[in-house]
């Protein structure tokens, strides 16, 4: 099992930034990728963006350029910088890790869930 515990939401103005923070505890060996996925009032749960463990990354198209993920292997923590947030950025963002491939993260959701952190973009 993964446990994985999300930190850094709040309410920003628009232009502003945040960064979310997502540690993991126990067994990290199992899992290869981290991730953000969030969901909107409404709207069906969407992933944002992903990590390997090799620092590789990827994004959906409605952030990239804005948002930028990093990983401490060390500390087991994954991190989401977010740059000139927009009100539709507006949704619990929950931080997820799996095993598997980069792909993954867009075609379905699997893996371990963190409890979400709430990020509130006021226009």
């Known amino acids: 099992q993964v446990q994985l515990v999300e930190s850094g939401g709040g309410l920003v103005q628009a232009g502003g930034s945040l960064r979310l923070s997502c540690a993991a505890s126990?067994?990290?060996?199992?899992?290869?990728?981290m991730g953000w996925y969030r969901q909107a009032p409404g709207n069906q749960r969407e992933w944002v963006a992903g990590i390997s463990s090799g620092g590789n990354t990827n994004y959906a198209d409605s952030v990239k350029g804005r948002f930028t993920i990093s990983r401490d292997n060390a500390k087991n923590t994954v991190f989401l910088q977010m740059n000139n947030l927009k009100p539709e950025d507006t949704a619990v963002y929950y931080c997820?890790?799996?095993?598997?491939?980069?792909?993954?993260?867009?075609?379905?959701?699997?893996?371990?869930w963190g409890q979400g952190t709430q990020v509130t973009v006021s226009s």
């Open positions: 126990g067994s990290t060996s199992s899992v290869n990728l």
């Open positions: 997820n890790a799996r095993g598997g491939s980069m792909w993954s993260f867009s075609r379905y959701e699997t893996g371990y």
